[in-house]
């Protein structure tokens, strides 16, 4: 890199009505300025590369996205931020109350950015119709709400904006006697669509500094040495840890605590931390971590989980020889004799796969010591007790010494449960003694942090004629990467899920949780349901159609009822798989018989209250024109 | 990251050549700036440092477009948004909104400039093959002598391969000249992996004249991008098609000529069955944007992907 000493730019602009000079540097995206200079954080950063649009800012009228443009080119432009939109102190526009009555904001992370979009969608086109809305917040990433009620929202906005609409829509509803089954607004949505709500990486302290870590570029090697004296002396660093400075217990996890703060003496995936700096500012940081010296000897490593249960698969951790986190075994019954009983076996193996939880709020926390020498950590965390016992061991102090503060979750879905990088920012926060902040990119969210266990389920299922079911097997095998973390517990609930919520007299059931040098897998929404769910109702379904019988049909002669046991002796009051079943089939139209019977013309599809595929150019389809320009 | 030590905004194309005549070795000419930032990023290029970039969004020459028998002078600084939203433009180059409603988003669409799409030379680029079919062509200056020279290049020409351009030192991308088509029908088909903000696996774009007397077909344009280093015009289609009235048989015909020309590193395969549909989707579009009966539409080969 240059050692050229950057030009600074010179900006006159104007803010949310007022008019700024200010210095900048050359390199600064207009998002790094209007956060880190101008202390205006509702716009956020999701991803960094123009994909997510929670940096969304009007500049000249027109909506950007604030992470793709360099701040020089907002020089002499009207910035608006979404503070600026009901103006200081002032009320919230329509389209913020709309957001706030329809629950369009969940986590609110993205929320910032889609009140940005929307408001621009109404100014280019008050008149839009959904297709149109849905185009224009096209560049706008939710996670959380499936964006039902966000077009709901930018709706209700636009009637009451055009008059259409009495502006009474938008406030509360009333509650009556019981809030059940009445439309009640959250009481934190106010500071989220109007961008107030601060998250982790929003936060500021004086005196902090900031956290760059390096990361393993193997999946699997021996680090022989960290030499990290240059980086230390690069001007602005305050420190710089590795597994070496840890003072106590290192180790860390849901269940099994196999994972050091930062690799100690050997990486198990790519993406492992391995190092921290912490400096003045982020591009001190960054270029101290670039000038760490590690000498890896990578070694042979396994990459698929049936491969890593063989004899003389790499070991990924010592205290495993064969490789298995958990072994969850379940047995009802004499699956043998079940198997025996059965006109019908049918066998077939499903596969899932990783899956990123894509919270728009990448991973970020800031870490203090307080005057009374307590540890602080302020995150998203997920866990913050199991945490706090855990840092408190692994930095060596009482319990009373460690405190945990959950800042608002931009989005969590299981994968902030894991302690993946507070302990980091704790050490480099005693180290230097002051406040150290630390926050993933998006590109580091994805490498470094937990995914859903992708799975491999070979499931054999004994049958009468009739439809009765009279034996499962069901063997599971999860990936659960290089990690322990929630594999013990997503193993357990996908084993006692297995079977799905139907009677079955003969069960064995075998899920295994399996090291390996993938990315760790961890919690995830449904904890391993969703994957035993998945090869359990496709099973199902594959099994109504070699038996001729309707899927719906053959689920209720097999569904649990009122009192029924489950293969985990588990007695259930109330069962409503019935009910489900009943309100499935009526709600899609189900067109009664096995799949087979049914002809190429199908009724169920297309109903009102189905809607259409995306479209693109809504906002200049000629009257008459069907949906021509399809997603292909 | 990335990161810079000069940052400058010329406000004339005779200081714009001055400065990139000038700038030291790694210094980046930018428009919108939309794909730099990304591309500086973890996984791409990672952390980039440059000497200086010269952004050229605030040089007057290049904005704005003119007409000239037949064909329009875009300046380099015209954003995509721009055929979406002006009236004049949508008529004049009738694919150019459905290319555009697909590139990108509302927001960089305000940003992005349909000249900087081309100059980065992507097999990918969503604004090639549009130009490539309006027999597209790029202006660029250079100073000689103190003196702004031009020149004229085909883009078929100027494009050499991915990411690799017939631009010399010195020299800047000030338009795009391309022929303007209207009363024509026009469309652009795209697949990716999501609908806003995706790069193209395979685009195609139609722009079709039907003879008012006959119903034969006066003029179409095919150009296909995402299948080989290069976007590719679909000449030996287009002479197929021309002077003939279409049926049914012939738009399926005509769609299966050009998936042989399919010479991407992956996914070979899918993208010829993209293709064989994309082409017959997309003469189908144009004919119904010009107001055109689509033969047999409902009998239509869904391709299988």
Known sequence: MSEQTPTDLQLEFQINGRNMKRRAQPHQRLLDFIRDDLALTGAKEGCGAGECGTCSVFVDGKLVKSCLMPVAKANGTKIETIEGLA???????????????????QCGYCIPGMVMAATSALRENPKADIEEIKERLGGNICRCTGYT???EAVEMARDVL????????????????????????????????????????????????HMQVLRSPHAHALIKSIDTSEAENLPGVACVITADDVPGEDGFGVFVHDQPIMARGRVRYVGEAIAAVTADDMLTAVRAASLIKVEYEPIAAVFDSEEAMQNGAPVVHDYAPDNIVKHIPIRKGDVEQGFADADLVVEQSYDTQAVEHAYLEPEAGIAYVDHDDVVTVVSPSQNITHHRHMLAKIIDRPINKVRFIMSPV????????????????????????????????REESIISTAKRHPARITYKMGLKQDGRITAVSFRMISDGGAYGLSTEGVMRKAAILACGPYNIPNVQIDT??????????????????MQSQFATESHMDICAEKLGLDPFEFRRINMMQNGAVTHTQQQLGSVSIGRVLEAAEKASRWETGPVSMRGQERADLGGDDTRPPCTLGARFRKPGDDDRQEVA | MLTCDQYHMPTSLADALVLWQDAPEGTQLVAGATDILPWAREGRAGDVHLPAMIDLSRVPELDGYTLDDGRIRLGANVVYQQFLTDEKLRALLPCMPYCSVWFADDQIREQATLAGNIVNASPAADGTPPMLALNGELEIARLENDDIARRNIAIDDFIKGPGTTDLKPGEIVTAVICDTLEGYGGSFQKVGQRRSLVISSVCAVACIKLDEATGKVADIRLALGGISPVPLRLTKTEQLLTGKRLTREMIVEAARQPA???????????????????VEAAIEDALADCGAAVPDAETRETADV
């Open chain 1, 410 to 441: 931009g989005g969590g879905f299981g994968g902030k449960e894991d302690m993946i990088y507070q302990g980091m920012l704790a050490l480099s926060a005693m180290k230097t003694g002051a406040p150290v902040r630390l926050v993933y990119t």
């Open chain 1, 162 to 209: 055009s008059g259409e609409a009495n502006a009474a829509v938008l406030e509360a509803d009333g509650a009556g006697k019981s809030y059940i089954g009445n439309n009640v607004r959250r009481l934190d949505a106010p500071s989220k669509v109007a961008g107030r709500l601060r998250y982790a990486g929003d936060m500021v302290m004086p005196g902090m500094l």
């Open chain 2, 260 to 278: 042989d020309l399919v010479a991407s590193r992956t996914r070979r395969e899918y993208r010829r069955v993209v293709v064989r549909g994309f």
């Open chain 1, 512 to 529: 295994y949780g399996v090291y390996t040098n993938n990315t760790p897998s961890g919690a995830f929404r449904t904890f391993g349901a």
């Open chain 1, 149 to 151: 009620k966000i077009f």
């Open chain 1, 87 to 105: 103006g200081w102190g002032g009320d919230l526009t329509p389209v913020q109350k709309a957001f706030h009555k329809t629950g369009a904001s």
